[in-house]
């Protein structure tokens, strides 16, 4: 009798390690930023979860800048990260790939001139203090912007500062204007105008995107739970692009990503507007895992190089794009 508790002691011990590990394998830490966008929807109610299987830690970062280095570091095995970060990680040689296009960015991300700064037009942005987030796609516009105008980053001063930091300098007039996204554009708007969007300067020739990256270990080691969370955001945005009416201030999906967000459910419905959300279909064109975003990174690539903000550019971009993941997900 004795020897047979001990036997199922060892045996319920060596069962509890087994599930333990099982556990710790399965947890999983997300990198994502604090602006509204459908996804955040699926947060609360564990849909996320629930489709992947994981359990899954949310850490929210201020620019992709932070992405970078927590990707560099381990910290995050699967991040949301913009277009103008995400080139400038793959050309240092980060260990990651894009998996699916997350978002086209307009007009959710703009330059707002401060009421009272003197900038009327465009050649009052001369010599005047522009905030952006450094490295960040927001950055990449602003780039944009001034070559639109004729003017360089020398003919302005750009203050690096985080989304929270730009809020308090243009509460203190600190700043004459800011190139930043939403939630804190809006804040922005109360006490300025938009002078173009990043939609605008994209058409330029300054196109921005934020992506879902993986790293490549957990992407060769996670294929289904991959494959299951994209179709959960492919769901998620084709409903809402779909169905952009019944996204409103009373709809528990709104209230959702608002209560995510820390904003009123009625101020995330304009937010949303300014975005494109990908659904399988549009994901897998030939605009976006069909080509055009290695396209597009290299084309960020070799501006950073010229505006000397990276050192080295890949002759291409196609293999840090996995279209696999995103292909399956749409049921390609």
Sequence with gaps: MKHLLKTLL?????????????????????????????????????????????????????????????MASGGIQISEIGSTPLSAGLSSGLDYQMISAGKVIDSSEALVTRNGSGIEKPADLKGKKIAVPIGSTAHFSLMGALKMYGLTEKDVTVMGMSPSEIAAAWAQNAIDAAFVWVPVQAKLRENGKVMVT??????????????????????????????????????????????????????????????????????????????????????????????GAAT???????????????????????KFVNPEFAKAAAGK
Excluded: C
């Design 198 to 291: 990043a939609g605008a300067v994209a058409k330029t020739g300054f196109p921005t995107f934020n992506a879902w990256v993986a790293t490549n270990r957990f992407a060769a080691a996670n294929r289904a739970g991959l494959i299951n969370f994209l179709k959960a955001m492919n769901d998620i945005n084709g409903d809402y692009m779909k169905n952009k009416a019944a996204w409103n201030a009373d709809s528990e999906k709104i209230k959702a990503v608002a209560a995510s967000v820390g904003v009123t459910a009625a101020a995330v419905v304009p937010m949303l507007d300014g975005t494109t959300y990908p659904d399988g279909d549009l994901n897998m064109s030939a605009a976006w895992m069909g080509g």
């Design 296 to 318: 597009t990174i290299k084309s960020t690539a070799d501006f950073l190089k010229g505006a000397g903000r990276i050192n080295t550019v890949a002759d291409s971009y196609t």
């Design 10 to 70: 060892i045996g319920s011990a060596f069962t509890l390690t087994l599930l333990s590990h099982a556990v710790a394998q399965t947890k999983v830490v997300i990198g994502h930023f604090g602006d509204p966008v459908p996804y955040k929807a699926l947060i609360a109610n564990g849909a996320l979860e629930k489709a992947t299987g994981w359990t899954i830690e949310w850490r929210q970062f201020a620019s992709g800048a932070e992405v970078n280095a927590a």
